[in-house]
């Protein structure tokens, strides 16, 4: 299993490799090579998956350590932990990737750097497979920090347009605020416990290692990398303009994957939040979920809706972590990923298609993303439109479909945490409100895209579908929406009993002194829940899209008059609360005020000493350097002194060799009378 | 005269007149055996055949020897050195004397010696003098 | 009483007297008489030693050798010495200095 693991996580790394340095000689760029990586990755996670289906064990785990290195004092280990929710995340990530990387064979046809790009999503989905593979927490930091350069890399992918590196730049800064809060707690839990892996920090946690007060700091400065990670707020600013990147690398890291590994972090981390702690964590989410709705409600660009979309289901899923429904948060991942790509895939066909008729009529003014250009769609896009419908349907919560299970589990165990704590009423509040705003939004995508009529006469005419190796992921997604494959063995679609709920089982908290409520109690608190809060979420859920039909379909009420009468909100929603602007004014402004004035301190003081300095020294250097012209000399004496010596001695020794056979008994001699006198002392 | 005469006869005769007075040394010393073959062969041999030498390798026309030394002041002072050396070590060292008695005549005692202990360089001299008998013939022949 | 110092000394004064004639003599035949003077201080000393050294006849007969050695020698010496009068003309051994280079 492990070697599973491990092959899985090297196959993409390895087409990585391959892409970056020969992918441009390679026939069609060498696309295949990331292509098979990562179908072969997606059969081995089905095969991981079958194994899964047929043990059939809730506590199945299978873990593989080994030393990384010692240094003596410290000794820091890696591994590997394959366990159900690994297999399904692995699932998830592959099948994704996959998809992705078809899709993208199509759209990103023709592009400049098209080998790159897919070495990058590979490089992506290598990191991603390694945060899921990870069991320790060094391990998940530093693919961690990989997910975010490869979502960098990925955003900025367009780099010529001023606008993508920007947005690539923001991601992975903001990220990087909430890695440090993260690294924080990875060293504080590293300080109490010695180890970095999961077991050694539970079990740490467990004997009381750390005290209530500094254990709830340290499990929210951990939860702050996933703040970053999974655009909560107020770190999520850089997922709108992460739109800049190609719509494909959307789809697979800012809705299904990567913003998802927040979640899981937060999800293997469950046991050991404080209540204190878990509390903070639900008002976040359920705050980001409510906020981020609102925004969502106003926008105009396909992608942003979607965008804003996929940040306050994020919150919806921070949401279940915080209330102790963690496993349904982590069921609204898997169900999210799939409708959530599907619409992101299908918003790129609509993209694509624009972006031809423009180019068609050499309109390059026009933006294709744009929903008031767009209209009436549905009869020359029939595929797309279809499996949009159907992903949207899934994501408003409408019963039949995967995302109305966990949606409503979701919302079910929050009404049961308020239930028990009443004076957390807001959290209800937030959930079922973005609930509604949720459906109505996304209708209101629906039929300012696909229906109506059409803005302008000729662009609609040269729309086409997209091909299939386009339309072929839609379709895939699409069918993952429906519910029967979350229920399976059973096919009651209003109860999420199904392989998933069983196998990914709720795990008691850690937290010493009984703080927490176990996972039984959550469950039957949840159960409770459960039939008021369905009823709740499917009556919420249709009045959201009838608001949008009677809005966008019916245009029985003018979306304009209400613009106008809430003003305030309106332009709140329109400008995204000005939080941007906000973070410029107060932090970046300054910062970079400050940076100024440090650097003309720099500059213009301390270069010029150096500078200076540096000639001074130089000059001084040169002068001595001078005195070798005296060295020369003294050189020349030297040199030419030995010269003149060796041609003196040798001369003058030349005169020994008279020949003369009596001169040598002289020599002989004198040696002789020395070796006497010699002797003698 | 042996050394300091210009003249090479001069030098010869002095060098006679040497042999015979170490001859007369020799009987002093008891060593009569030695003393009668020192005449005979160094001077009934040698000094004639150095004669010789002078005779055949002499300028018809009587050339006076120009001046023949060289580096005398080097050489003397040389010598010097070696004669100064040579006797202050025989006045300092302590000479191992043992009393002799005058032999009757050493002849008889010299062959018995020579025959018995001395046996080995007595042939060696003699294979010696045959190797230079052929030497001097071969280096004095006419060359063709 | 005559000593062996003496005796010594006659060999000492034969011997520098010698060594001066060898080193000193320009004519071949004139070294030649140097070195018969060398061998016979050597020659005195042995024999001053035999008889002062209670009459070991050892002396003689290292003696005995010597001269015989020194026939020998001269002998040889004056076939080269004759030689180089034939070749050069002249037995100034100062000019057969061809081992300088």
């Known amino acids: ?171 992975f800064l903001v990220n990087r605020v909430g890695d440090i809060g993260m690294f924080i707690g990875i060293m504080l839990f590293f300080t109490a416990t010695g180890s970095f892996l999961f077991r050694d920090v539970f079990a740490g946690v467990e004997s009381g290692l750390l005290s209530t007060e500094i254990l709830t700091v340290a499990g929210l400065c951990l939860f702050a990398g996933a703040i970053g990670k999974s655009a909560q707020f107020p770190l999520h600013v850089w997922l709108p303009d992460a739109m800049e990147g190609p719509t494909p690398v959307s789809a697979l890291i800012h809705a299904a994957t990567m913003v998802a590994a927040g979640v899981y972090l937060s999800f293997r981390l469950f046991p050991i939040f404080t209540p204190t702690a878990l509390t903070i964590i639900a008002y976040i989410g359920g705050f980001t979920a409510i906020f981020a709705a609102i925004i969502a409600v106003t926008q105009n660009d396909i992608k942003k809706v979607l965008a804003y979309s996929t940040v306050s289901q994020l919150g919806y899923m921070i949401l279940a972590v915080g209330v102790g429904a963690y496993t349904y948060g982590l069921f609204h991942l898997v169900t999210h990923a799939a409708f959530k790509a599907g619409l992101f895939l299908c918003s790129g066909s609509v993209i694509h298609a624009m972006h031809h008729a423009y180019h068609e009529l050499h309109d390059h003014e026009s933006d294709p993303q744009d929903m008031r250009n767009m209209g009436g769609m549905r009869d020359k896009m029939k595929t797309t439109y279809l499996t949009m419908l159907i992903c949207t349907v899934a994501l408003s919560g409408v019963p039949f479909t995967s995302g109305f299970l966990s949606k409503d589990a979701i919302l079910a165990g929050t009404l049961s945490f308020t239930q028990h704590h009443p004076e957390h009423f807001l959290l209800v509040l937030f959930g079922f409100g973005a609930a509604f705003l949720t459906a109505f939004y996304m209708f209101r995508l629906i039929f300012m895209t696909f229906y109506g009529e059409p803005v302008r006469r000729e662009v609609y005419d040269n729309i086409h579908e997209s091909p299939s190796a386009m339309t072929a992921p839609l379709v895939a997604l699409a ?33 010493p002194g009984h703080l927490n409520l176990t996972a039984h109690e959550i469950a039957e608190g949840m159960h409770h829940a459960h039939t008021p809060a369905m009823l709740l979420s499917i009556l919420i859920a249709f009045s959201g899209i009838g608001l949008a039909v009677l809005m966008y379909l019916q245009k029985r009420i003018s979306a304009d008059d209400i613009a106008a009468k809430l003003a305030l909100p309106y332009k709140l929603s329109l400008n995204k609360f000005f939080v941007d602007e906000t973070y410029q004014r107060y932090l970046i402004d300054p910062s970079l005020a400050l940076a100024r004035m440090i650097a003309f301190f720099d500059w213009e003081i301390y270069d010029k000493y150096i500078v200076n300095g540096f000639g001074k020294v130089t000059e001084k250097f040169s002068r001595l350097v001078g005195i070798r012209w005296d060295y020369d000399i003294l050189d020349q004496q030297i040199v030419d002194g030995v010269g003149r010596s060796t041609s003196f001695f040798g001369a003058g020794l030349r005169l020994i060799q008279t020949g003369k056979v009596q001169n040598y008994l002289v020599w002989v001699l004198t040696g002789v009378i020395m070796i006497y006198v010699f002797q003698a002392i | 005269m042996v050394v300091f005469s210009t003249n090479l006869i001069y030098s010869a005769v002095a060098l006679l007149f040497t042999l015979l007075g170490v001859a007369g040394l020799y009987v002093f010393l008891w060593a009569d055996f030695i003393a009668v073959t020192q005449i005979l062969i160094y001077v009934g041999g040698i000094l004639v055949i150095i004669i010789f030498g002078i005779m055949l390798t002499h300028r018809i026309t009587s050339v006076r020897l120009s001046h023949s030394s060289m580096q005398q002041g080097t050489g003397g002072a040389i010598v010097l050195v070696i004669f100064v050396g040579l006797t202050s070590m025989i006045f300092r060292a302590p000479w191992y004397r043992v009393a002799a008695v005058e032999p009757e005549e050493t002849v008889r005692q010299i062959g018995r010696l020579l025959m018995i202990d001395y046996l080995l360089p007595f042939e060696v001299a003699s294979v010696l003098l045959l190797a230079a008998l052929m030497g001097a013939a071969l280096l004095s022949r006419k060359v063709d | 009483m005559v000593d062996l110092n003496s005796y010594l000394i006659i060999g000492a004064v034969l011997f520098s007297l010698g060594l001066f004639g060898v080193i000193t003599r320009r004519n071949g035949v004139a070294v030649l008489m140097g070195v018969e003077l060398i061998l016979n201080a050597a020659n005195v000393n042995f024999v001053a030693f035999s008889r002062f050294g209670g009459m070991d006849l050892s002396g003689h007969v290292f003696s005995l050798f010597v001269i015989i050695l020194a026939a020998a020698e001269a002998a040889v010496a004056l076939a080269i010495i004759l030689n180089i009068f034939n070749n050069m003309g002249t037995i100034n051994i100062d000019e057969a200095d061809q081992l300088r280079q």
């Open chain 1, 1 to 171: 299993m492990v070697n599973y693991g491990i092959a899985i996580l090297l196959l993409p790394l390895i087409a990585f490799v391959v892409q970056i340095f020969v992918g441009k000689r390679l026939p069609r760029n060498g696309d295949w090579v990331s292509v098979g990586a990562v179908a072969l990755t997606l059969c081995m996670s089905l095969a991981m998956f079958g194994v899964m289906l047929v043990k059939y064990d809730p506590e199945f785990s299978v873990d593989g350590t080994w030393t990384w290195f010692d240094l003596g004092a410290l000794e820091v280990q890696m591994g590997i932990l394959i366990d159900n929710v690994t297999i399904v995340m692995l699932l998830v990530v592959s099948l994704v990737s996959t998809l992705v990387h078809v899709y993208s064979t199509t759209y990103m046809e023709g592009d400049v750097r098209y080998s790159r790009y897919f070495a990058f999503l590979s490089l992506f989905t290598f990191s991603m497979n390694g945060i899921v593979l990870a069991n320790n927490l060094l391990g998940i930091y530093i693919f961690w920090e990989l997910v975010g350069i490869s979502s960098y890399l990925l955003i900025g992918h367009w780099f010529e347009k001023d606008s993508a590196s920007d947005a690539a730049k923001k991601a």
């Open chain 1, 479 to 511: 069918t993952l929406s429906f519910f029967l494959f979350f229920t399976l063995p059973y096919f009651n679609p209003f109860s999420d009993h199904g392989w998933f709920t069983v196998l990914i089982d709720s795990r008691d908290s850690v937290v």
